[in-house]
């Protein structure tokens, strides 16, 4: 049949193909009111028509557009129309009223019916059971629009619907209850947060369905983590064809328990990375006894070092935060060179880091300044000590219109406060000259001589802070920087040794003193790794000791020459290790075959011709045999040639010149691209620039381990501890976040503050 076009769907028209009497009129009838045959014709008067057009003109305009509705979620919801004619959604459960209107759709509907199914509880004695969501994966050839379908399981019931793009993940109790432990692990969270009231109604309401585990359970899946990644960075580090240098701290418990924290640093290629990486990984956090002797504290890193399979690629170790660090070391040096494991017998192992060299000198140095120091200290002591003097000193700064700084007071036992305290009394001088003026309980304790002196030492201070900040890293080594910079101190304080200042000139006397007697122990490693940097190779150590020892001409090129040899005895060593590889040939030179004669002459060689003869007699003539006369030839005919090696080669080439001054340069992208061209040298750049020289330790009082730590066995410290520092790199990301469960820990090394080991748990800040 054919039906008048242009009409509604739900309206059914009478056949056209009936004859109509003269007087009558066609009319549509809606589905949800006729009730006549379509068949039966139908005769209606003009009246009529005019009576219906008028009832169907006061009627509501919607009701001719009413559809069924046909989601499932229409069998937990009615609709309603309100007043103003906007529909609404009723939940049958919770009578919560959403949007009904046609463009809203049904997504909102189902996802308020999973929430509130959920957590409905069942009409009667028993309870409903929880709400279980998961995706079903729908075959592309019967998928609408790539739409997925989401089946909600309610007890018995079964409510399927088309998902949205948003992925839904089934939910795994185990990988969940790893996820919390690794969570604890990373950020230094106390196991007993799973029985905090606070968190666990949190976790309910995230999950219904997550079981939260007893603090027994979630301390020993945090173990397991320690256990499982530990196996994981033991098989890279075996593996690891650089050498490593080790660190060692001395950390405490509140509890008066004494710990050693050692620390590997290597550079490493990543696997799919086609750059060098600087890593650090804490190893161990040992517990020993309070006041072992350095011979019993040396055997325990030994045997860790054995533990972690480490002790045939030592460089070097680093122990000025370890007590007796002097001792222990050297009876470290005698029981591994009883087995050659050494380079250089031992010579480049035990270092002093740059910053700790610092440190020592600018510490000890700064009691000739103590009367100075005291009466800038009792100062600040004075404005400080109670709020309305602070509001006065503030009130006075803001009438003198300088920029508000934080008025600082040092630790006496931490020099770089006390840069910080003099650079901040400074800035307020004239600020404590009027309140000397207006206050006559102030003791004006600094005259304008005093303040001069104070300012001149400030910028002694400056100089040497700002190369402490210099030295940190975490990706890129600064060890190839820590000679120029210590040689350029030196030339500074020989300088400031000159200062009209009789305050100024005893404390920098005092630091090159110090410096000079600290530098005979760590100038040769630091010029070493200076030699490395292809910006400047030997230059630097040339220069330099011509500027120390501008007096001494024969001595400046004696600790040139002892430098140079240092550096030529280690590559020869890096050399012969080389050669036992097939991946990295020792020398670039020609080589011949040891067991052929060879006597000077032209051609292919006498023994090649007297043998050609011999082979008419026997054979024919073999590929081999002409092989033979090649190598004969070549080595006859290189007799007398000089052979370079790619250190040669590396220090008779211009050094390379960035194309910006100042610029940063990336040392380990450089030697990472001439790695072909010095297979050797680069070698021994990589086990070099490694050496946490550069490292800024922490001071006693950040070496503290928290008061939760402090409560647990040695076992459980070290477990969190370690953990926590290889955890620390993961690279999965999910929705913007680092860190999944998913993810393996690699041998990245660190996202805590500097070189030193800056741990969460420690007591202070960090």
Not at 260 to 281: A, D
Not at 303 to 316: M, R
Not at 368 to 396: D, G, H, L, N, P
């Amino acid at each position: 049949m054919a039906w008048e076009k242009g009409a509604p769907s739900s309206t059914k028209f009478l056949p056209t193909c009936m004859p109509l009497e003269p007087g009558t009129i066609e009319v549509p009838i809606t589905t949800a009111t006729s009730l006549i045959p379509l068949s039966t014709p139908v005769t209606v008067t003009a009246a009529v028509a005019a009576a219906a057009a008028a009832a169907a003109a006061s009627a509501p305009p919607h009701n001719t557009r009413e559809r069924k509705l046909r989601s499932a979620v229409w069998n937990d919801f009615s609709k309603q129309r309100r007043s103003d004619g906007t529909c609404v959604a009723i939940c049958n459960h919770c009578q919560k009223q959403l949007t009904a209107s046609s463009r809203s759709g049904t997504t909102h509907l189902r996802n308020h019916l999973a929430i509130c199914l959920s957590t409905k509880p069942r009409p009667g004695p028993g309870r409903r059971k929880k709400l279980v969501v998961r995706r079903l994966l729908v075959p592309a050839h019967s998928r609408k629009h790539g739409a997925n379908m989401v089946v909600a399981t309610d007890g018995d019931d079964t409510i399927a619907c088309a998902a949205d793009s948003t992925p839904v993940v089934p939910f795994d109790q185990d990988a969940s209850q790893q996820d919390l432990a690794r969570m604890i692990v990373r950020h230094g969270y106390r196991f007993s947060m799973v029985d905090d009231v606070g968190f666990r109604t949190f976790v309910h309401n995230l999950q219904p369905q997550f079981k939260m585990a007893p603090y027994d359970a979630v301390k020993a899946d945090c173990m397991r983590i320690y256990d499982n990644t530990k196996l994981k960075l033991q098989g890279s580090l075996r593996k690891l064809p650089s050498r490593v240098s080790l660190s060692v701290d001395t950390w405490r418990s509140s509890t008066g328990m004494e710990y050693i924290c050692l620390t590997c640093h290597f550079i490493e290629q990543p696997v799919g990375c086609t750059e060098w990486k600087l890593r650090k990984k804490i190893l161990n956090f040992i517990h020993v006894e309070s006041g072992l002797n350095p011979e019993l504290t040396s055997k325990r890193i030994l045997e860790k070092i054995h533990e972690w399979g480490l002790h045939k690629k030592l460089t070097s170790i680093v122990l000025d935060n370890c007590t007796s660090g002097d001792l222990v070391g050297q009876e470290i040096i005698r029981i591994l060179n009883l087995k050659g494991l050494l380079l250089l017998k031992g010579e480049l192992f035990l270092v002093r880091s740059c910053a700790h060299v610092l440190n020592l000198t600018v510490q000890e140095s700064l009691e000739q300044a103590v009367e100075m120091t005291s009466r800038v200290r009792a100062c600040i002591q004075y404005v400080k000590f109670s709020q309305e003097r602070f509001a006065r000193f503030q009130k006075y700064a803001k009438q003198s219109g300088l920029a508000q700084k934080p008025l600082i007071l040092d630790s006496p036992n931490n020099w770089t406060t006390t840069y910080s305290m003099f650079d901040s009394a400074c800035h307020y001088q004239d600020v404590f000259g009027r309140l000397a003026e207006w206050d006559p309980e102030f003791p004006g304790l600094l005259n304008p001589k005093d303040w001069a002196d104070v300012k001149a030492l400030t910028d002694i201070l400056d100089v040497l802070y700002h190369t402490m900040e210099k030295f940190p890293a975490t990706e890129n080594p600064t060890a190839n920087l820590c000679f120029n910079e210590l040689c350029g101190i030196h030339y500074l304080l020989k300088t400031w040794c000159t200062s009209p200042s009789p305050v100024v000139a005893a404390v920098a006397s005092q630091m090159l003193l110090k410096l000079e007697t600290y530098w005979d122990l760590t100038k040769t490693l630091m010029a070493i790794t200076s030699i490395l940097d292809p910006r400047y190779k030997m230059k630097s150590v040339e220069y330099f000791f011509k500027q120390m020892y501008s007096t001494d001409t024969f001595e400046a090129k004696s600790r040139t020459d002892e430098i140079r040899k240092t550096f030529i005895n280690l590559y020869n060593e890096y050399a012969v290790q080389s050669a036992g590889s097939s991946k990295n040939p020792a020398v670039l030179c020609y080589a011949g075959n040891s067991g052929l004669g060879g006597s000077s002459g032209t051609g292919l060689g006498t023994n090649y011709n007297n043998q050609l003869e011999e082979s008419k007699t026997f054979s024919r003539i073999t590929l081999s045999d002409a092989r033979r006369g090649l190598d004969q030839y070549i080595q006859e005919s290189s007799t007398g040639q000089s052979l370079k090696t790619d250190l040669d080669m590396y220090l008779e080439e211009p050094v390379y010149r960035t194309k910006e001054e100042g610029a940063e340069f990336d040392v380990l992208g450089w030697w990472r691209s001439f790695s072909a061209k010095y297979p050797v040298l680069s070698c021994m750049a990589r086990d070099m620039l490694a050496i946490p020289i550069s490292i800024v330790p922490l001071d006693g009082d950040a070496r503290l381990l928290n008061e939760y730590l402090s409560t647990m066995d040695s076992s459980t410290v070290q477990g969190l501890i370690c953990a926590q520092d290889w955890l620390r790199d993961e690279s999965d990301v999910v929705d913007g976040v680092h860190g999944t469960a998913a993810s393996v820990p690699s041998t990245n090394a660190d996202d805590s503050p500097v070189n030193a080991q800056a741990l969460d748990y420690s007591a202070s800040p960090n």
